[in-house]
């Protein structure tokens, strides 16, 4: 059963025909082809499908679209207009943080999440925030120092 | 008589009257004796229409009007194993003596129940008796479908058997001696069924009279929420006090102010029940979110009334293992509150976070708020534990909120360490599970 659905993405409207239990990460990759943010592993364990609702890092894939009517979305094709993101996505580039990439459009939401409510994190904060974002590759030591760069502002 | 046959009558007489008071003593009163007024038969009552279907149904079909009574009395979640077709039987109760398997009540003549006669089949709902004279063992509520009355029962079936037979074998029962004799029964039900219609109370509402109804024969609430007693009936001197079922908490849903339902909003309870949610309560998971999506959400809304207002008359009994008042929101860093538990912290951090919150109010839906919940301030978190173990599905009009199950993700070490993680965060007093425990409840739950 499809019905219109609008929804506020990165400051936009959109508007579509969806099933209301669709997830928000099928919306978003197949339907408005914002392709940036990953599908994982589904079930809310990986972290790579991480979007803002109402500035809040969530997992995209187990929300249904009908939960996020009415609600600020944030994507990483958006984030870098953030204060936090743009941090973080500077970082990122000079920490060089990246490897495979896959898990990265994830990762930078969960920090940008993470800098806009605690902009001065220790390891325990980065820890308690990110511990949901799985790096494949083992970028964790650069990503931690990717994001204490961007809260210091230095790079 | 001599002195001798004297004192042995006396010894047979008194044992007699033991073994009748104990009895007694055991059965303790109905589910219905707590209203205390004047009861008259169904045909003498002339203030409402507690029995059959709602006004918007009256003038259905006989397999309409069937329809809605099975769904009210919610037969297919225990009649059907997962992924197989409806009312077509096999799903496995896990009893301690072994396993019980439901029966297939599609109307295919060789496995099914196409052979009842309208007499069979009220003896098999009614009196807890099969179409070949053996007896039922009361994982089948016949104690509470007793109360329905004859129309109401034979117009179950005429949808049942309005449905498409269903061959399906279902596995022999692995019950142990002295479980597996079924004749023992004949007793059991001969002291625990009452084999007696509804009769309504004429000292209360027609609107009560429908809710006791429908809580009573229908959805059988006491099954799960009333414990048991020695006999493994129901102990109604606790009715609606809640009690462990399918390895999950049936919480108290007496009229108890601090643990029962007494501090529920009538928008709560109407809620809860026909959305399966209800905002600072939680979501309903386990058997009782089957009931709420097979059942209560397909209740008319004076049916859910009515259960409400019946509900509210239930006596106050307390749950004394639980606090007078659930725990507040968590503070919103994880540095501050609860800090011990450093593995249950890192699993939380991991794996609960992004959907629950620091705080257990939820960034993502209020249906995965955990603030306020009965499971997380239940000393025992068993329902924590079970949530985790087997996840959540809720379904709504607009959507539907899933947890995935984590079951098979986690060793039962991990998920006693975040269950208690989460009860001390989030509850009055964090639990103290152990991997042993975690794998007791695992091997409770049906299949």
Redesign the interface.
């Known amino acids: 059963m499809h019905m219109a659905i609008t929804l506020t993405i990165n400051g936009e409207t959109k508007s579509f025909d969806a ?4 997830p928000l990460l099928w919306v978003l990759r197949d339907i408005l082809g914002m392709t940036g943010t990953k599908f994982g592993c589904g ?3 990986c ?1 790579a499908c ?1 979007v803002h ?2 500035g ?4 995209s894939c ?6 996020v009517a009415n609600r600020a979305i944030t994507t990483i094709e958006h984030i870098g207009s953030t204060p936090a993101g743009a941090k973080v996505q500077k970082a990122w580039l000079e920490a060089e943080v990246v490897q495979c990439g896959y898990c990265q459009s994830g990762q930078i939401m969960s920090a940008a999440a993470l800098l806009a409510a ?1 902009p001065n994190p220790d390891d ?2 980065i ?3 990110m ?2 974002n799985i790096c494949r590759c083992g970028t964790y030591v650069r990503i931690r120092e990717a994001i204490k760069h961007a809260a210091n502002g230095q790079s | 008589m001599s002195g001798k046959m004297r004192i042995l009558t006396g010894i047979v007489v008194i044992a007699i009257v033991a073994v009748v008071s104990g009895v007694w003593i055991i059965r303790g009163p109905g589910p219905l004796d707590f209203a205390g007024g004047p009861k008259v038969a169904l045909a003498d009552y002339r203030a409402g229409k507690p029995t059959g279907v709602p006004a918007k149904l009256e003038k259905a079909s006989l397999v309409e009007r069937g329809e809605y009574l099975a769904k009210a009395a919610d037969c297919m979640v225990c009649h059907t194993k997962p992924g197989e077709k409806d009312y077509s039987g096999g799903l496995g109760f896990k009893l301690p003596f072994g396993t019980l398997y439901s029966t297939n009540i599609t109307p295919d003549k060789d496995t099914g129940i196409g052979n009842y006669s309208d007499q069979d089949f009220l003896n098999a709902v009614q009196r807890g008796k099969r179409h070949d004279g053996a007896r039922l063992y009361p994982a089948m509520p016949y104690t509470s479908y007793t109360y329905m009355t004859d129309d109401d029962v034979l117009a179950v079936k005429a949808y049942l058997f309005s449905l498409p037979p269903v061959r399906a074998k279902v596995p022999e029962n692995t019950l142990s001696f002295p479980f597996n004799q079924r004749w023992a029964m004949i007793f059991w039900s001969a002291v625990f069924n009452p084999d007696t219609r509804y009769r309504p109370d004429t000292s209360k509402s027609p609107e009560w009279n429908r809710g006791a109804y429908l809580a009573e024969a229908l959805a059988h609430c006491g099954e799960c929420h009333t414990p048991r007693n020695l006999g493994f009936a129901l102990d109604n001197r606790k009715k609606f006090a809640g009690a462990i079922t399918a390895g999950w908490r049936a919480f108290n849903i007496s009229s108890d102010k601090a643990t029962g339902l007494g501090n529920w909003s009538d928008a709560d309870l109407i809620s809860y029940l026909s959305l399966g949610h209800a905002p600072g309560h939680g979501s309903a998971s386990g058997p009782m979110g089957e009931a709420v999506d097979h059942s209560f959400s397909q209740f008319a809304p004076e049916d859910i009334g009515s259960i409400v207002a019946y509900l509210r008359s239930v006596p106050p009994v307390a749950s004394p293992d639980l606090p007078a008042t659930t725990a507040p929101v968590a503070p919103a860093s994880h540095k501050e509150g609860v800090t011990a538990d450093a593995r249950g912290k890192m699993l939380f951090a991991g794996a609960c976070a992004s959907c629950h919150g620091w705080s257990g109010e939820s960034p993502v839906s209020p249906m995965a708020t955990l603030t306020g919940t009965w499971a997380v301030n239940d000393p025992a978190a068993t329902n924590v534990a079970q949530i985790v173990l087997s996840g959540t599905r809720r379904h709504t009009p607009d959507g539907a909120l899933s947890m995935p199950a984590f079951g098979n993700a986690y060793t039962d070490d991990e998920i006693a360490a975040v269950a208690n993680y989460v009860t001390a965060r989030f509850g009055t007093k964090g639990s103290k599970l152990t991997a042993k425990d975690v794998a007791e409840l695992r091997e409770q739950t049906a299949e």
């Open positions: 099933p209301p239990d669709m079930i809310a364990q972290g991480t609702v109402d809040k890092a969530v997992r187990v929300l249904s679209v009908s939960a605690t325990s904060d820890d308690a925030a511990a949901g």
